[in-house]
């Protein structure tokens, strides 16, 4: 059987609509949509700290759309411009594109209806939004092909997901301020440093492969320092956001909070060991993104 036909299962294909949900589940793996816990809680602190509080309900759901459109362009471009890539790599090549199961149009077409719905969702919200999204298309898109010339590619993608706390921000206000930056500048230090830290694994293939890393450049514990010192950095700047707008105590209790978990996250990976990697990329990260919206939304009302 050739690689990446379809089996019929009792569990999934044995129906038309068995055959749909199937397909959606690939789409989902191919995307990673459980990922959008990582950027789409800072893009909600952005419009929480631009609105002074919950934005109105027309900003929140165009807000909702523009991001997971976003995210789904950024995801589905990835594997479709990685596909030789994620197939030579033994930890990627059993993902739906490799193998097949889901076909390279099939992403294309995902990736340009991600487009379309992304602009249209930006169209919605003020005319700066409309005028920065194609801007900030050609970020998500663009950041895939940096690692095969610099190993300052950690730094480029954490700028690319920066895109969405400052979005949520011009959503609401439809204008630039420092704050947003600042932010931004948050997010891409805490999304580039576990991006190193997730790098890590992928070392001997980079060498073999030519693609650059932190990891590759600098090895494994270099690495680690250099994450470290993005994580200090990404907290720092969250604790300034603060202290300049004057939020309320609840953020500077989530903020500890999630210090800690960023302390913890390095307590789990060691140069010699990283077999707790995905621990501390998916689970701690996660918590992080959740205990900061929670903690902004709770110091709108203090």
Not at 53 to 61: K, M, V, Y
Not at 220 to 244: D, E, F, K, Q, S
Request: hydrophobic content about 55%.
């Amino acid at each position: 059987m050739r690689r990446g036909a379809y089996i019929a299962s009792p569990g999934n294909a044995a129906t038309p609509h068995g055959r749909v949900l199937h397909k959606l589940q690939l789409f989902f793996e191919v995307v990673k949509f459980e990922h959008t816990v990582f950027a789409m809680p800072f893009a909600y602190i952005g419009m929480l700290l631009a609105a002074g509080g919950l934005p109105t309900w027309r900003q929140f759901l165009w807000i909702t759309v523009a991001m997971v459109a976003a995210r789904t362009l950024a995801m589905s471009a990835n594997r479709l411009l990685q596909r030789r890539e994620d197939a030579a790599n033994p930890r990627t090549a059993r993902r739906a594109v490799p193998t097949g199961r889901v076909r390279v149009w099939e992403v294309a077409a995902l990736a340009l209806g991600s487009l379309a719905v992304f602009l249209a969702a930006a169209a919605q919200l003020n005319r700066l939004a409309l005028y920065l999204a194609p801007v900030a298309a050609v970020a998500v898109v663009g950041y895939s092909y940096v690692k095969y010339w610099s190993w300052l590619t950690h730094f480029v993608l954490g700028w690319a997901d920066a895109i969405a706390p400052a979005g949520g921000w011009i959503a609401v206000r439809g204008s630039v301020s420092g704050e947003p930056v600042l932010l931004a500048f948050a997010v891409a230090t805490w999304i580039g440093g576990f991006d190193v830290l997730y790098a890590c694994q992928d070392v001997e293939f980079d060498k073999r492969y030519g693609v650059h890393s932190i990891p590759r450049r600098f090895g494994i514990a270099g690495a680690l320092w250099w994450a470290r010192g993005m994580h200090a950095a990404a907290a720092v700047a969250l604790l300034a956001l603060a202290l300049w707008m004057g939020l309320a105590w609840p953020y500077y209790f989530g903020w500890a909070v999630s210090a800690a978990l960023l302390v913890y996250e390095h307590r789990l990976v060691k140069p010699h060991d990283l077999s707790r990697l995905d621990t501390a990329f998916f689970n701690v990260n996660g918590y992080v993104a959740i205990v900061m919206f929670l903690a902004t939304l709770g110091a709108m009302y203090a």
